[in-house]
C-alpha cells in the first residue's frame, strides 16, 4: 500500500468542517475506545484537521502537517506506526514468527503459516475484516498494521493462503514521511 508512497501521490487536500471533524473523531474512538482519554491531545477541537486524498483512494488524517490517520475508500480508519509506537495497545495484535519478519518489512502480505507457528500468536477474538497490528516475536514494537481476510479462529482451521493484508509497515513510505510539506 504504501511501498513507494510519498508527498506526489498527494491529489487534494481540505480541511473538514467542523460537523465531518465530529464524524471522523466519533469513527476513530468507536473503533479505538483506548484512545478516548487522549482524543483531545490528538485531534483538538480547535486546530484544523485536514484530510489529504491520495492515489488508489486513500485518505490520510493529518494534524499539524502530521499523518496520524488512514483509511482506503470508506473502511475503518488506521493509525499510523508512529501513532500505534505511543500507544500501543490501541488495537488488537497478532504476532508473526522469526522467519516472516524479513518478508512483512518488504512489504508483504502476512500468510496464515506465519502466525500460526511456535513463534506466532493469535488473538481467538479477532474477526475478518478487522485492523490489527502485526508484533514479531522478540521484539517490543508492531512492524506492520494489516487488515484481516479471515477470522482469526479460520487462520487456525484453513493454516493456509494470505491471513492479513499488510497495509502499512516500519521504513515504508508513509513511515518515512514524518510531516506532509
Keep these: 500500500m504504501f511501498k513507494k508512497f ?3 501521490e498527494v491529489s487534494g487536500q481540505n480541511q473538514v468542517k467542523a460537523s465531518v471533524q465530529r464524524k471522523i473523531r466519533q469513527s476513530i474512538t468507536d ?5 478516548e482519554p487522549v482524543m483531545d491531545d490528538l485531534l483538538p477541537k480547535k486546530s484544523p484537521l485536514i484530510v489529504v486524498k491520495c492515489q488508489n483512494h486513500l485518505n490520510l488524517v493529518v494534524v499539524n502537517n502530521v499523518p496520524l490517520f488512514f483509511n482506503v475508500r470508506d473502511g475503518p480508519y488506521m493509525p499510523t506506526l508512529r501513532l500505534l509506537h505511543q ?12 522467519g516472516a519478519i524479513r518478508f512483512v518489512l518488504a512489504g508483504a502480505n502476512i500468510m496464515c503459516p ?3 507457528s511456535p ?3 493469535l488473538d481467538e477474538e479477532v474477526g475478518a475484516e478487522t485492523p490489527v497490528a502485526i508484533m514479531a516475536e ?5 512492524l506492520a498494521i494489516g487488515f484481516t481476510k479471515m477470522s482469526a479462529k479460520d487462520i487456525k482451521a ?4 494470505i491471513g492479513v493484508d499488510n ?4 521504513n515504508d513510505g508513509l513511515w518515512k514521511m514524518q510531516k506532509l510539506d
Design 158 to 161: 484453513i493454516n493456509k493462503g
Design 119 to 121: 513463534g506466532g500468536y
Design 167 to 170: 497495509m502499512h509497515y516500519l
Design 87 to 98: 500507544y500501543p495497545d490501541i488495537m488488537k495484535k497478532l504476532q508473526v514468527d522469526r
Design 31 to 35: 473503533e479505538y475506545p483506548g484512545l
Design 6 to 8: 510519498s508527498s506526489e
Design 114 to 116: 506465519g502466525l500460526t
Design 138 to 142: 522478540g521484539k517490543q514494537h508492531a
